[in-house]
């Protein structure tokens, strides 16, 4: 087992301020969907540990394939704001043009794969790049990401057992948040959520092994914890693949469709011991990389500094109309041509 | 030599030429496929380009989008087509719309090979012509060949292209033999195939039953164009137009079932832009409204009876 975990304490502490800039940017996003000047939104609040370690633990060959809940990866991964930006409130700058939702990114250039609505659609995918990258014996391994629901799914399954059987290069990140929309991971017989998965059926990490892989269970609150495992393992993914379930709890709702009052009460509030935020706090105070005048600062700075990017962004022009019949094919069929007269 | 050569050296040609090619699928590498269109493809390649894979069509799929994102050009053979479902969430939500959605960050060059429509006596599952699933998804190119040469020529501009193509091989058409050169060569996908020439009507066909269409015309002596679409969508307008202004009367014949199949759309476009060429009704010609019965196959499949009887009816229209 490689152990490349070292990191410097600058890095530490801007993985710190990314943290809290997207707490902060969680907020208003949120808040910018009810004021209506976003159609649709996902919030982030609880995952934001998670975010930032997967992104610190990246290196430029390393191939990220998120779902579309990991705003705080590309932030820390360092893709350029405006991308981010336009991307998120579907300006004329979007390089997908608004097709897509918000925080469905797609950033080829920076080996990250374009985020997918269907859960848990990107993960055969995901195993066929770290196919590729095994073919042609390039540097780096895949790490894809999704949630606890996704690991229902049939396509998880199937990928962890080609990526089992090919022997791939290949991180699976669960985020588990103890929610698919109002369904806990495994209901407790009240049908709320449980925090002592230790004592549940469900262990997602032990489904590793029956695809002849590893997997385990880390503390997903606390972002240098996150950041070393991911590290290890995407080292260690240079010999076959590996599972980690990160154990947190989604604190706002699932999107901007959702009221969790109706199914749930909240177990992890804003300011508690395990809110990712407070969590993260502590351990940079025990290492002694931060105190409380730098969070004060730090929180000034980011919460003038999100106000004024989406103050930016949300009044930035969307595409233009017509653009929506390009790129369909490389060379779009007659028929797409005429419907252009359609478009008024 | 047969489709299944023909389609075999287009195959060995494409990955002599370009080591990006990957082929992957269930018994496709030791067993050269179950109708051994990569037969010795293994044996020259090696495993990690001819991949027996795990039974799981989503996989499949899925793996070979994941390769062709990553800068190969990845062929899957999905068995039989009556077995794709199970991808089916991958090619729709996935491979089709990739491009679009991401405005060309992502393109997806692959080409999906699967067996398709009857000829093998294979029951509700091993003989359907799913064409449909594929040509009603915005994003696809769904090319089917009819002979040897078309075959091959049409799967090595299907490997050219820089969008996904579902490849559909009708099956009953896989023993046929034709003149098919070594050489690499290639078929525009987007033009049709002007099989024969004539004035009375127009019978627009494709895949499995241009062979019926063809020995038809021939035995009874009928003057009529017969259109081999070759690819289903985006189809060839011009040469149906072209041919149905002259003719004035026309017959589709496909084997899959007849309502909301290719040939609805075909006869709502005549209809739209040459009503006034049009001397008789639209016809159709095609498999019945029902799965694929086993024993009685035979009374699924358009014949030449009921393509005689619909070719007079439109020849006596008044
Ligand atoms: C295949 C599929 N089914 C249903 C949905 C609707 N849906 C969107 S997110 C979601 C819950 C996903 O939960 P999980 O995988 O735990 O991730 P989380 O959203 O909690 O981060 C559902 C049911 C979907 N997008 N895709």
């Given at each position: 087992m490689i152990e490349k975990t070292d990191i410097g304490k600058e890095e530490l502490l801007t993985g710190y301020r990314n943290l809290v800039m997207e707490r902060f940017m969680d907020k208003k996003l949120l808040n910018a969907s009810k004021q209506g000047f976003l159609p649709f939104y996902i919030p982030l609040m609880g995952h934001e540990a998670i975010h930032i370690g997967i992104g610190l633990a990246l290196r430029d060959n390393d191939y990220f394939y998120p779902?579309?809940?990991?705003f705080g990866t590309v932030l820390q991964k360092g893709i350029p704001l405006d991308m981010i930006m336009s991307q998120v409130f579907s300006t004329q700058d979007d390089n997908e043009l608004g097709r897509d939702m918000p925080d469905h990114f797609s950033f080829k250039k920076y080996n990250i794969g374009a985020v997918i609505t269907p859960v848990a659609g990107h993960l055969t995918s995901a195993t066929g790049i770290a196919y590729a990258y095994q073919y042609r014996k390039k540097e780096g391994s895949i790490i894809a990401t999704f949630g606890d629901g996704a690991t229902s799914t049939p396509d998880f399954h199937v990928a962890m057992n080609f990526a089992g059987v090919y022997n791939l290069p290949m991180v699976f990140f669960c985020e588990?948040?103890?929610?698919?929309i109002s369904v806990p991971t495994y209901p407790t017989e009240n049908g709320a959520f449980d925090q002592?998965?230790?004592?549940?059926?469900?262990?997602?990490?032990?489904?590793?092994e029956a695809y002849g892989f590893n997997g385990i269970r880390i503390d997903g609150t606390n972002f240098v914890e996150v950041y070393r495992q991911t590290r290890k393992a995407l080292e260690n993914a240079k010999n076959g693949p590996i599972l980690i379930e990160a154990m947190t709890y989604?604190?706002?709702?699932?999107?901007?469709?959702?009221?969790p009052n109706k199914y749930r009460t909240n177990t992890v509030t804003e300011g508690s011991e395990k809110d990712p935020v407070i969590a993260s706090q502590k351990v940079l105070k025990d290492m002694g990389i931060l105190d409380d005048k730098a969070i004060e600062s730090i929180n000034d700075e980011m919460d003038k500094k999100s106000t004024d990017l989406i103050n930016k962004y949300e009044k930035e022009p969307k595409p233009d109309?017509?653009?929506?019949?390009?790129?369909?094919?490389e060379e779009n069929p007659w028929y797409i041509d005429e419907e252009k007269g359609d478009i008024q | 030599m047969t489709m299944v050569k023909a389609l075999n050296s287009a195959l060995d040609n494409a990955m002599e030429k370009d080591d990006s090619i990957i082929l992957l699928g269930e018994d496709v590498g030791i067993d050269g496929g179950v109708f051994r269109v990569t037969d010795g493809l293994l044996n020259k390649y090696g495993k990690s380009r001819v991949m027996d894979t795990p039974l799981a069509e989503l996989g499949i799929i899925g793996f070979g989008i994941g390769m062709a994102m990553e800068g190969l050009k990845a062929i899957p053979e999905?068995?039989?087509?009556?077995?794709l479902y199970t991808g089916m969430d991958q090619i729709i939500n996935q491979m089709a719309k990739l491009r679009y959605r991401t405005n060309g960050d992502y393109t997806l060059p692959m080409v999906l090979r699967t067996p398709y429509a009857g000829g093998v006596h294979g029951g509700p599952y091993h003989s359907q012509s799913g064409e449909v699933y594929f040509t009603h998804t915005q994003g696809l190119t769904v090319v089917t060949p009819s002979n040897p040469y078309d075959a091959k020529g049409l799967l090595l501009s299907s490997i050219e292209l820089n969008d996904p193509v579902i490849f559909l091989e009708p099956k009953r058409s896989y023993f046929i033999k034709g003149e098919v050169p070594e050489d690499y060569y290639k078929i525009d996908l987007r033009k049709a195939n002007v099989v024969k020439e004539g004035d009375d009507l127009t019978i627009i066909t494709y895949g499995p039953s241009v062979p019926l269409v063809n020995n038809t015309v021939n035995k009874n002596n009928v003057n009529a164009d017969i259109i081999d679409l070759r690819t289903l969508n985006p189809f060839d307008l011009d040469t149906i137009l072209k041919s149905v202004k002259k003719t004035g009367k026309v017959l589709i014949v496909h084997e899959a079932p007849k309502m909301f199949g290719v040939g609805a759309e075909l006869a709502a476009t005549i209809a739209e832009r040459a009503i006034d060429y049009l001397s008789a009704p639209i016809l159709r010609v095609t498999g019945l409204d029902i799965p694929v019965p086993f024993a009685l196959e035979d009374y699924y499949v358009p014949n030449e009876r009921r393509i005689m009887e619909a070719v007079n009816k439109l020849l006596n229209y008044q």
């Open positions: 779902y579309y809940r990991d588990n948040n103890g929610f698919a002592t998965y230790e004592e549940t059926r469900g262990q997602i990490y032990k489904k590793a989604r604190m706002g709702p699932h999107s901007t469709a959702d009221d109309k017509h653009t929506i019949l390009d790129n369909l094919y | 999905i068995q039989f087509q009556d077995f």
